[in-house]
Every structure is written in C-alpha cells, then in structure tokens.
C-alpha cells in the first residue's frame, strides 16, 4: 500500500508514546484515525481531543466502519499487543495492511532524510535534542520522538517544509532493522531483550546489522566504547564520540552553582562555551551527540549553542518535578542496570553532600531474571534503595522471579526495603528525604503527582 492509497489509519496500541506520534502524523495529514488501547491516559485522552477516535475494550465490533475497508486502510500495531488479540485477528483475517509503527517509520525514512538514534538507553534524550538543535535551527526537521519533549509539549514535531526526519531507532524486536537512516547515532550497546535476542551476541550482530543500513553519502555516530564494531557500506562517514574522547568530545567542562558548561570539539568547526539547558553531568555526553549530527547537516555554531542552552528535556527523563533548599525530587525512565547506574552517578555528582533515595519499580521478569545482580550493583549506588514489585508490562510470571533477586544482592552498606507499589505514597508520607527519584519503565510514575503534593507540604 502507497501512503497516497490511505484514506484512514487504525492503531493496535494507540496509547503507546511512539504510536501516537505516527498517529498524529495522520491526523496533521487529514486522515480518519482511530485504535483500540487497553487503558486510558493522558495521552489518550489527549489524542482524543485532537480527533482519534479510542476504544478501550478488545472488541471488533468496536472498530469504526471507515476503519473496514481492507483497500484504503492501513493498520498499525505495536508488538507489545498478543498475536491472538482480536482486533489484530480480524484485520489479519480480512486481508487488511498491517504494519509494525517501525514499518511506517522506515517507508518516512526512504522519503526523508532520516537522522536516527539507536542505543541501549539513551536515545530518547539524544533524539529530542538534535529535534530541537534541529528545528530551532534553520533547517528544521520533522520528528517522531519516545517521549514528551518540554520544549514543544509533544513527541512529534511536523514541518512544512524540511527533508529532514528524526526518529528514535527502537532494537526492541529488531524494529530498527526497517529503517534506512541517512545518518545514526549510536549510544550503547549493552545487553538487553534477551527474551527476544537469547544471547549478547545475538544482540551485538542486530545493532552491526544496523549499521549496513545506513544509506550511501551518509554518517554513523557512535560511542567509541561500544563493544559492537560496525558494518557500514562503502560510501559511509564513521565518527566516534564521548565525553572526553574522540571525534566529537567536550573540553574544559565546568560544573558549578547548577550550571554546565563545555567546550564542543569537532572535526568540523568546534564550538565554545556550550551551556546545557537541562544541566545534568550525562547530557553532556548525550548533547555532544546531538550536536554532532546537528551540525554535520549544516547547523551552525551559534545554532548549536543557542539549541543546547533552550534546551527543556523530556517527560519522565531525569525529569525535576522539586528543587529547593528543602527537598529535590525527580522522575527518571531508567529501567536498564546501565541507565541506573548513570542516573545514580548524576545525582551524586549533583548533590555530592546530600542523602540521595531511590524508589524502584523493576520492569519485565525476564530482564529482572537477565540482570538482577546487574540491578543490585547499579542501585547500591544510592544511599538508600526502596524496591516495589516487578511491573509485568506484556510478559506473565516467571516462578521465582520478583524483587527479592534484587534485593538480596544489594551491597550490604545500602540502606534497603521492599515495599508494595501501593504503599509508596504512605512510605513518602511517613519520611523526609533529601533527594528522591523514582525510577523505572512501569506505571509507579503515575502516582509522582501524588508524591510531589505531598513534598510540598512538607
């Protein structure tokens, strides 16, 4: 199906925060757009507002009648819905296009210059930063994003005008492997999905695979520590970055009175006195990343600063909900020992005299069983460690899998108990804290309005 054929768009998974940025691609468009999610949300009902029409129980005779029609619709699913999940059943059964959101996502970059961020963790906050250096710029971009951008309120940024598409490359399910990226960044390379790869080295082979991907004429960024080594086609540009090292890094990096600032180094034209707009010591690293692809499609110097330092980050990533002399609290996504880790090394970088606690809600059985002495190390890095249950997302229970694995194996200086999701807001109720994050992929986050309320009434 040509994207010229479609006349209406139905979502499998319309909640998810990457499905409804293709969704309100359609919608800009002028298309009927509907879907089924299994629970309402802000987004949803944000979706709502702006014309998808959602329904939230697993029901055919749900799905609206334009959204029937096998030769001018286009189903989309997200491969966290059941193979055996009745809408998809009846779609699968009546003959109807159905693509993975990666599918459509790589049919943009065959179209579109599509500028890509792979990696273990770290792509959403890469990928929402060079939209912005990008869009800010004058060149813009296009932009389908895996979390809220602060800057824009959404995950998706539509222009009129510029070839230019960013996308956050997902490796879960080999997603990524439909896209054709003119240019990619690639974060890290850790281990992870191994209820869908089965051993590292199934893993490292799908991110160099990923690299072949890359169109002639165009760049693969990457991490100069990855232990994945690359497999780019002829024509390809290699660059290697991090902090302190290669191609792209940062010098004379200063951290003071909440502020960061560094110098950007470059192949190409280095720039001075870059001040991070979201001043957390791992955006350096991810920002000389972002800037790196900004400007090697053409963003200047003074577009490169300008963007960083307006920079606002993105929902639920190393997200500042409070932060005064009393009491600093935060909501951050990392659900990956790596990303833990980087996260606890922040806030104590940040707050090196204060009392840093962190409530964590482990997300999938299978990662917890893959990597809960992983867990351990990186929480113990805290000062204190408080443990909920695991958050199960698409997976059943796996016996003798839970929070204790982790729990268990926390170093034994750390400060630790295991508590039960709904009694957080009673524990938070019944302590003070100095600094509090609440971590994890699950849905623990909804309650950090909750628990920021009660903060403040302390």
Known sequence: MELKDIKSVYFVGAGGIGMSAIARYFLHKGLIVAGYDKTPSELTHTLEKEGMNIHYEENVELIPAACKEPSSTLVVYTPAIPAKH???????????????????????????KGLCFAGTHGKTTTSSMCAHLMHQSHLDCNAFLGGISKNYGTNYILSDHSDFVVIEADEFDRSFHWLRPWMTVITSTDPDHLDIYGTKEAYLESFRHYTELIKKGGALIIH?????????????????????????????????????????????????????????????????????????????????????????????????????DRHVFLSDYAHHPKEILQSAKSLKELYADKKVTVIFQPHLYTRTRDFYKEFADALSHFDEVVLTEIYPAREEPIPGVTSKLIYDNLRPDVKKQMIQKDDVLNFVESRDFDVLVVLGAGNLDNYVPQIAEILNKK
């Open 86 to 112: 009745a809408e998809l059943v009846y779609f699968r059964e009546n003959g109807f296009e159905i693509q993975k959101r990666a599918q459509v996502l790589g049919t943009l970059t065959r179209t579109h």
């Open 224 to 324: 100069k520590d990855l232990e994945m080594k690359p497999n780019v086609q002829e024509g390809v540009r290699t660059y290697e970055y991090s902090r302190d090292e290669g191609d792209f890094h940062a010098e004379n990096i200063r951290i003071a009175n909440g502020t960061i600032t560094f110098d950007f180094v470059s192949p190409i034209e280095n720039v001075k006195d870059v001040e991070l707009g979201q001043p957390i010591p791992i955006n350096i690293e991810n920002g000389i990343s972002a800037m790196a692809m900004a400007q090697l499609n053409g963003c200047t110097a003074e577009e490169l600063r300008n963007g960083m330092k307006t920079y606002g980050g993105v929902d639920r990533r190393f997200d500042f909900k409070i932060k005064n």
